[in-house]
Structure formats: C-alpha cells, structure tokens
C-alpha cells in the first residue's frame, strides 16, 4: 500500500473514531516531578548545552538511551549507519562549530561633531551567529533596509549603495508589502555576492505579526546561518537596543526608517558614518549527530505495522564564546515529556499501533536529524501514518498552540476533550518550523505542540531550568498523551 493510500486509511479512521474516556486516561497522568528533574539534568553544565556531535551531544543522548533501555522500550535505531552506534541509535553528518571565548563587537563614529563609539556586552546586546568563521576586521558600515536584493518585484535594497568590504546592517523579516518569504540564508548569499564582508542583523522596533504572536522581542538570539556554504559570512545579531543607538548616533530614528521602509515603500539604504570592529576565532570540525529511537511494539495482528511517532529535539546550541546555553526549554522540556510518555505508555496497556520515541539531534541546524531520519527511516515512511513533535513546552501563558497538517484538525480536538484542555489548546495550521516539517513534507500527518505566549529566554544562554513553568510543562505532556493514544489505537 503507498503512504498516500495509508494516510487516507488512517484519517478516515480517525474522523469517525470517538473513543471514551478510559480508565488509564483517567487514571495515568504524567509526573510533574520526574519531567522537572529530566529538565533539569539535561540543562545542567555537565551536558555542556547538548550541541550537536559535540561530547555533551553524545552524552545527552546515552542518558535518554538509557532511560528508553530503563523504562523497557524495544531498540528502534539503525546498525548499518556511521560509526559507534548502539542498538538505540541512528546517526548522521554533522559540522560542530565552537565559537571561542573572547568575542568583540564595536561601533565607532569618527565623523561625529563629538566622535563616540558603542561597545555592546556579549549575550545581552549581541551574539555572533554560530557557524561564522574566524574573524579580525575593521570596516565600513552600510544599512541595507531589510536586506532584500528583488529588481523583478521592484524591491531591490542594495541599488545605489557600494557594499563591497563593507559590513551590512540589515533589519531581520521583510517589510508587509513584500509577497514571498524570505530566509536569512538568502540575506547572507545576497550580502556576500554584493562583495560585503560581514553582517548585523536586528529586530526593528515595529514587529510582525507572526512575531508578536510569539511574543519575539528584540534581544539577540542564537542561531546557525543555514546557509547551506561552506563559505558563510561572519555575522553578529545585535539588541534592538543598540541597533537604535546606532541610528540615534547618525541623528536617525529607526522606527521612522522601518516605517518608511513598511508604510511608504521607500527604499532607505544609505552608508552610515561609523567603522565597526568584529573579532573572535571560530573552529570547525566534522561530527556526528544522534539520533536516539525506541519503540513500543503494536499488539494488533494488523494495525501493529503502522507507526506513529512522538519527536522532540535533543539538541542546543553548547557553549559558545564562553557563554553556556543550557536550553531548558528549548528543548528538554520537550525532551522531558518524551522520556515520560515513554515509561507511562510503555506501562499502560499495549497499543494497536507501534509507538516510535525519536530523541532527533541537528535541530538547531536547519532540522538535521529528522531530515536524516526521513531519508534514512528505521521504520518504513509508507507504514509511519502520524508524526508529534514537542518543541518548547515549558514556559507560556498557559495554552497550547497546536498546528495540523495533512489530517483533520479535529483528531487534536478530540484529544484535547479526552485529556480536559479544550479551552487550552488552540489549533492552527502547518506551523512552518520544527521537526515535523520534513515528515509533513514526506505527505505524513503531523502534529506540532508548543506552548503559546512568550518565551523570553528563547535562544539565549538565560534559558535554564529554574526559568520553567511546571504547570505549562504538564499541560502539554496531558495533551501529548491523550494525542498519542488518540492516533495509536484508531481504527
């Protein structure tokens, strides 16, 4: 049978199920205190921010095998891949990037009637983006609005402007009236065909929907280029804060340039009087990513084949130019409902359908592990009929943004009834971030959960275990497990 046919299988079964509350269900709730304590050993500096093919990258993922081994999960992983594989483990290529400490950013203003200069503090007011190469530079500074480079769509920010050995400030986003998406990678090509040598990137004062929906606010935060070069530019995301000063410094208000930019449609690229000064040594080494799989086999003679899977991300960013990003949130609170439902499943009755637990590594690197997991699947795409990915659980304002694609909204509706969260749980659409992308890119039904509201320590090294919120975190485990049942034991 095709996965498109076994899809079309499976939701037909879903929309007509309407399973009651069982006795488990009520009686089975997920442990508050075991998930805060998976939280906080997972945070904790000994798992060294869990990066990628880095040390504490493997070591986070011998603890979750562990617990998968402890709670009696049936190894899922794949023998044949990489190197230094357990049964538990499917692994692939990965570049482990290590910014060395110390890191330096300054703005000077020589042509100033009283010449100043701005030294923003690392972590608070800038962050060097974390595949950027070494660096030692001393150069001019040019506004490139957002960074857009589109004569066909008359939007085209670099016209007029000599960027060449010159380091680029652009805003993050685009402006409202442009109609396609734009992709910070394709900001950083633009910039290094235009001949620049670097960049600054900021988030404007005046925020987007999508971001104020997030709550997105204007601190730098860590991230990778994904840039897909091995030639990437070096770059640093400064504070909205200090990228005000910036433009105060040259007698500009930013909002007004934004809104230029947004409202009036009036391209304000210009050269800014001001040197800026970017310095720090980044090494680059070839690793190896971890995924770490087990499963609860199906008991119907049938349905067993099927497979769905409860994802979370393992992987953070470490520890860069001496800042340690332990990623409580983001994600061992995830990580932490994984390894719970896992032991409450696991002890519960056997479900219809195979249950697979995907720890995925490579994440934070433009989604590496699942991607690697689509491509290289232990259990064949054309039986996997639901995916669930748990990302960022463990803050918010007590609801859940949950985004549905390829199956009917009401299957998370249903859930979230049998596990008492209607009010709770809010449904969208395909949310485009995350680990369930590559699955629903595949044709596979997926289920993305995050907590709503702001998450303030998002990205940043404040990001740790006693900045969460137990009730948020039990929210979406209750949800996630009446999800998991929901799709396990349909018709």
């Not at 000994?46 to 617990?67: I, K, P």
């Not at 923003?120 to 150069?139: C, M």
């Not at 007590?398 to 009834?417: E, F, H, I, Q, S």
């Amino acid at each position: 049978m095709t996965l498109a046919a076994v899809s079309l299988a499976f939701i037909s079964g879903l929309v007509a199920l309407t399973l009651p509350v069982d006795a488990a269900d009520r009686g089975t709730l997920p442990d508050l205190p075991r998930m805060m304590r998976g939280i906080r050993i997972l945070s904790h500096p000994d798992f060294a921010g869990r990066q990628s093919g880095s040390e504490g990258g493997r070591r986070s993922a011998e603890y979750v095998a562990d617990h998968f081994e402890h709670v009696g999960l049936t190894p899922a992983g794949h023998r044949r891949m990489g190197t230094e594989r357990t049964a538990w483990e499917q692994t692939g290529p990965v570049t482990v990037t290590q910014i060395e400490a110390p890191a330096t950013l300054a703005f000077s203003f020589p042509e100033e009637p009283a010449p100043g200069a701005i030294v923003p503090q690392l972590g608070s007011q800038f962050l060097p983006v974390l595949d950027s190469p070494s660096i030692n530079l001393t150069a001019p500074l040019v506004f490139v609005g957002y960074g857009i480079a589109d004569p066909a769509r008359g939007w085209d920010e670099y016209e007029g402007v000599a960027v060449r050995d010159r380091v680029v400030l652009f805003l993050r986003g685009k402006p409202p009236h442009y109609p396609l998406h734009v992709r910070h990678a394709e900001k950083e090509r633009i910039a290094r065909e235009k001949g620049a040598v670097g960049f600054i990137t900021f988030t404007g004062p005046l925020l987007s929907r999508y971001a104020a929906r997030r709550g997105m606010g204007h601190q730098p935060l860590a991230f990778y280029t994904n840039a897909g070069d091995d030639r990437p530019l070096p770059g640093v995301w400064i504070s909205g804060e200090t990228g005000a000063a910036i433009f105060h410094a040259q007698a500009l208000s930013v909002t007004d340039v934004q809104t230029t930019l947004n409202n009036d449609r009036v391209v304000g690229s210009k050269a800014l009087k001001s040197l800026v000064h970017m310095q720090w040594t980044s090494q680059r080494q070839a690793g190896w990513l971890v995924n770490v799989l087990g499963a609860i086999p199906g008991r119907d003679p049938v349905l067993k084949n099927d497979v769905v899977i409860l994802g979370a991300h393992r992987d953070h960013f470490g520890n860069q130019a001496g800042l340690l990003f332990p990623g409580a949130d983001d994600n061992a609170s995830g990580t932490a409902v994984l390894l719970e439902l896992a032991r409450i499943l696991k002890n519960g009755p056997s479900p219809k359908r195979t249950i697979l637990f995907a720890s995925f590594s490579g994440e934070e690197q433009n989604l590496l592990g699942s991607t690697w997991y689509v491509r290289h699947p232990t259990r064949p795409l054309a039986n996997t009929v639901a995916m669930i990915n748990v990302d960022h659980v463990g803050l918010g304002n007590g609801t859940l943004t949950v985004g549905v694609a390829n199956m009917p909204k009401d299957v998370a509706a249903l859930a979230a009834k049998q596990a008492g969260l209607s009010e709770a749980v809010k449904l969208y659409g395909f949310f485009p971030g995350g680990d369930h992308v590559p699955f629903a890119e595949a044709g596979i039904p997926t289920v993305a959960v995050v907590t709503a509201g702001a998450h303030p320590h998002f990205h940043q090294s404040s990001d740790s275990h006693d900045t969460i919120q137990p009730d948020r975190l039990r929210t979406a485990a209750r949800f996630v497990l009446a999800l998991t049942r929901r799709l396990a034991n349909a018709p």
